[in-house]
């Protein structure tokens, strides 16, 4: 199966505090693409990250970082010091061949909904 | 950055009558777009894939005959939903990307449908 599992549905954190959005995959590919997305109230699909799955280094940027790690087949998103502008719908992706290996297409997570409250 | 304009945002039709969805890439050539559909508090469906020049790849369950798409240059899409009904009604996204390997892929910002 090709998949992209967000077990989290919603979570609810206070201002300030950390917090950390799961995200676990299943491909066949060798290689394959990872995405996070943000989605706040207005709709617009807000990129966050890509990651090659040849590139197993972590990643930070700003208050937002990623741990990739190939054996567990996990790329977590944690949010540092969180505030209420981070709340919002939080998708991973996966990009994989179709079937015929003409084109790739991306494998959504259901997505985690954060609400960071003051 | 590279950016994707997609129109209308919103659009309320009538039950029965057709609407159509542009999706246009403005300062790059997308090899590759493609169309999803997302209810409320949902995910992102994808309903096709489309490549310049050749016919849609749709997904099992969508119907090509009520979701035609055309992707008839390397810069723009349309998506339009035939003879539309109150169970159409959803948000429309679409993405393109300058190449196959969806090494770069970006959004745009939706199309709210609403149907009466």
């Known amino acids: 199966a090709q998949k992209v599992t967000q077990a989290q549905t919603e979570i609810s954190v206070v201002e300030k505090e950390d917090v950390t959005l799961d995200c676990v995959y299943e491909t066949r590919d060798t290689t394959y693409y990872l995405f996070w997305y943000k989605q706040p109230p207005s709709g617009e699909l807000v990129f966050l990250i890509r990651?090659?799955?040849?590139d197993e280094q972590n990643e930070i940027s700003g208050r937002y970082s990623w741990n990739f790690q190939k054996s567990t087949s996990s790329f977590n998103f944690t949010i540092t010091a969180s505030q209420v502008v981070d709340s919002a719908v939080y998708f991973c992706?996966?990009?994989?061949?179709?079937?015929?290996?003409?084109?790739?297409?991306?494998?959504w997570g259901l997505g985690t909904s954060l609400a960071v409250n003051p | 950055g590279a950016v994707v304009s997609q129109h209308p945002s919103w659009v309320i039709c009538k039950s029965g009558t057709s609407v159509k969805i542009e999706c246009r890439s403005l300062?790059?050539?997308?090899?590759?777009m493609f169309w999803y559909r997302q209810f409320p508090k949902q995910s992102l469906m994808l309903m096709a894939t489309?490549?310049?020049?050749?016919?849609?790849?749709?997904e099992q369950g969508v119907e090509k005959d009520k979701f035609l798409i055309n992707h008839a240059s390397l810069t723009l899409s349309t998506l339009t939903v035939t003879s539309a009904h109150p169970e159409d009604s959803s948000f429309y996204i679409c993405?393109?990307?300058?190449?196959?390997?969806?090494?770069?892929?970006?959004f745009g910002s939706g199309t709210q449908l609403s149907v009466l």
């Open positions: 300062d790059f050539q997308a090899t590759t």
């Open positions: 489309s490549n310049e020049g050749s016919k849609a790849t749709y």
């Open positions: 993405s393109a990307s300058p190449r196959v390997s969806l090494e770069k892929l970006f």
């Open positions: 992706a996966l990009s994989i061949w179709d079937g015929a290996g003409n084109n790739r297409k991306l494998i």
């Open positions: 990651r090659n799955s040849f």
